[in-house]
C-alpha cells in the first residue's frame, strides 16, 4: 500500500508540474453542490488576467468571463451532449481587463452513476492570436473578391466600349457605302418626281398622290442617310458659353408638333451658361423631342426642364437638362440597350436617335441617363459641363 501511495503522490505531483508550467489553461469545474471551479492552472493568469485563486475564490466571476454569447449557448450543448467527445470547442471568454480571447477548450463531462452531469473537466487554448489572423485573411479575401469583381466589371466595360467602337467603325464604312450607293439614286428619283409635277401640274389626284408618297419616302431615306452619316462621324466639339435658355428656344421654335401633343418648358432664368458645342446640344435635344413624340402617337405632354445638379468628381456643378414624356414607357428589359447604335423596338425604328444623343452628350463631356415606367412614361436627363 505504502508503494502504492508513493507511485500515486509521485504521480500526483509529476501532473501538477505539468499542469502548472503549461501554456494551456487546465480546469475541473464542479456543478454539485453549487457550480464551482474546483481547479484551474497558473496560465489562466497570462490568457484571462486573473489568478486561479480569484477564480476559484469566486463563482460569479467564473460566470463573467464566459461571453454572453457563448454562455447562451452552454445550456443546449451540455444538453446535446457536445463536451463528451474530445473535439475542440471555439468558446469566446472575457479577459479581466474587458477585452474578448478566443479559445479552444477540449472538454470531458462527467457523469455520476445516475447519469447526472457533476463536473466537467478540460483544457483551454487561447487561439486569440489564430482567429485574428483567420479574420484577417478573411478580410483580405474579401477585398480580393470585390477587386476581382471590380476589376471584372471594368474588363466587361472596357469590352463593351470597345465592341461599340468596333460597331461604330463598322457602321462608318456602311455609311459611307450608303451614302455613295443611295444619294445618286435618291437624286434621280427625286429630280424625276419635280419634273413630273413640272410637265402635269394638272395631272390625276390619285398620280398626285402616289408623287407625294415617293417624295416622303425619299427625304426619309435621306434622313436616314444623314443619321448614319452623323452617328458615325468623328464629333469635332466647338465648346462655347451659351444658356440652356437659347438652345431650347431655338430647338422648340423650329419643332412642327402634332397637334395631339402639348409642349411645356420649365427654364428657370438665373441657370449659369453650360460650356458645350451649341450645335451637338441642338441635335440631341431636337432627337430627343421627336423620340417623345413617337412615344405618344395617341397624344400628350412634353415636359423640358432644366437645372444646376450635382457635383462631378472632375468637373463639379453640372447642369441637368430634362426631357419628359407620358408616352408608352420602355419595358426594363430593353432600358439596358436604349442607347446602342442599331437597336430599336420600334417596326420603323432604326436604333439612331438614342445612340446619336449619347455620341454627341459624351462628346462634349457630358453623361446620359434614361429613366422609364412603362404606361407612365420616359424621362431623358443630359448632364452638360457648365463654363467657367
Not at 321 to 350: C, K, W
Request: net charge negative; proline share 6%; hydrophobic share 40%.
Amino acid at each position: 500500500m505504502a508503494r502504492e501511495r508513493e507511485a500515486l503522490q509521485a504521480s500526483e505531483r509529476r501532473f501538477r508540474l505539468l499542469a502548472e508550467n503549461a501554456r494551456d489553461i487546465l480546469f475541473h469545474f464542479d456543478f454539485y453542490p453549487t457550480p464551482h471551479l474546483s481547479y484551474v492552472s497558473p496560465a489562466v493568469r497570462d490568457v484571462l488576467g486573473y489568478t486561479p485563486e480569484e477564480l476559484m475564490a469566486d463563482p460569479d466571476i467564473v460566470l463573467q468571463i464566459v461571453s454572453p454569447d457563448e454562455g447562451s449557448q452552454i445550456p443546449e450543448l451540455i444538453r446535446r451532449r457536445v463536451f463528451d467527445g474530445q473535439l475542440p470547442q471555439p468558446i469566446r471568454l472575457v479577459h479581466k481587463d474587458g477585452r474578448t480571447v478566443w479559445t479552444e477548450q477540449r472538454s470531458r463531462a462527467v457523469y455520476d452513476d445516475q447519469g447526472r452531469l457533476i463536473a466537467l473537466e478540460g483544457v483551454a487554448r487561447d487561439v486569440t492570436e489564430q482567429k485574428q489572423a483567420q479574420d484577417l485573411l478573411q478580410q483580405y479575401y474579401e477585398r480580393l473578391e470585390e477587386m476581382v469583381e471590380e476589376r471584372t466589371r471594368e474588363l466587361r466595360e472596357a469590352y463593351q466600349t470597345l465592341h461599340e467602337h468596333e460597331r461604330l467603325g463598322l457602321l462608318g464604312e456602311l455609311a459611307a457605302s450608303v451614302g455613295r450607293e443611295l444619294r445618286n439614286p435618291l437624286s434621280v428619283i427625286t429630280n424625276a418626281v419635280y419634273y413630273l409635277r413640272l410637265i402635269q401640274p394638272d395631272t390625276d389626284p390619285k398620280v398626285q398622290e402616289y408623287l407625294d408618297i415617293i417624295a416622303g419616302e425619299i427625304q426619309k431615306a435621306t434622313h436616314i442617310i444623314q443619321r448614319l452619316v452623323e452617328l458615325s462621324r468623328a464629333k469635332k466639339v466647338h465648346p462655347q458659353a451659351i444658356s440652356v435658355a437659347s438652345i431650347v428656344t431655338t430647338v422648340v421654335a423650329s419643332f412642327d408638333l402634332p397637334a395631339n401633343v402639348q409642349m411645356q418648358v420649365n427654364i428657370p432664368a438665373d441657370l449659369p451658361p453650360m460650356w458645350v458645342d451649341p450645335q451637338h446640344i441642338d441635335q440631341a435635344l431636337t432627337n430627343l423631342i421627336a423620340n417623345a413624340v413617337e412615344a405618344m402617337p395617341d397624344g400628350g405632354q412634353i415636359t423640358i426642364s432644366a437645372a444646376q445638379c450635382e457635383e462631378d468628381p472632375q468637373q463639379g456643378s453640372m447642369l441637368c437638362l430634362q426631357v419628359q414624356d407620358n408616352g408608352e414607357g420602355i419595358p426594363p428589359e430593353v432600358q439596358a440597350r436604349v442607347f446602342e447604335p442599331l437597336y430599336s423596338t420600334r417596326l420603323h425604328g432604326m436604333g439612331l436617335g438614342l445612340a446619336l444623343v449619347k455620341n454627341l452628350v459624351e462628346a462634349n463631356q457630358g453623361r446620359v441617363t434614361l429613366q422609364s415606367e412603362e404606361e407612365r412614361g420616359t424621362t431623358v436627363s443630359l448632364y452638360l459641363p457648365l463654363g467657367s
